[in-house]
């Protein structure tokens, strides 16, 4: 028996890189990203959209109702500038409000910038999928999955990555673990799965 494959809708939400002004870094990122961290079978639906509501709130149905993600990750368009309107379309096409990942998220970028508390990034949940809002900086956006280690390795600051395959659990989504390495994974003891060979 197979374990279903993990997919994973991947959006850069960004008016210049959408139009071709420059290059998208954080799809690449992401991937680079979630290549090191999980150790069960994912495939990823990538998706380069400007910041217009309409289109993200599109987006985000068609990853979800119609691609079958069981993860989808944004990233941009969480700031207070009038074209930054991601969090508006994440909400609009939730079922459930996560809010622990956004507070999370500020949380760890404190540590680096005062102006961390200007992002809006939240998580929900429509159906069997989890959508977070990730900073539009690849090296914020891997802090903030990842988590602070200090020079020994042990993590000071969990990442919001730690808290996922269990919340993918209790949404029906597949059991997918991670390399503890990059990102250890927190379940409770009763709802650890033994390791398949």
Known sequence: MSAETLRIG?????????????????IP?????LA?????PWESTVRLIPDE??????NLRDLVDYDGCHLVLTTGGTGPAIRDVTPEATLAVADKIMPGFGEQMRQISL??????ILSRQVAVIRKRCLIINLPGQPKAIAQTLEGLK??????????????????LDLI????IETDPAVVQAFRPKS?????SV
């Open 10 to 26: 991947l959006v850069s939400i960004s008016d210049r890189a959408s139009s071709g002004v420059y290059t998208d870094q954080g």
């Open 29 to 33: 990122s992401l991937q680079e990203w």
């Open 36 to 40: 090191r961290a999980l150790t069960t």
């Open 53 to 58: 509501q309409e289109e993200i709130e599109s």
């Open 111 to 116: 540590q680096f910038v005062p102006t961390a």
């Open 150 to 167: 200090d020079e020994a390795g042990n993590s000071k600051v969990p990442g919001i990555f730690a808290a996922v395959p269990y919340c």
């Open 172 to 175: 029906g989504a597949p059991y």
């Open 191 to 195: 709802a650890i799965k033994p390791i």
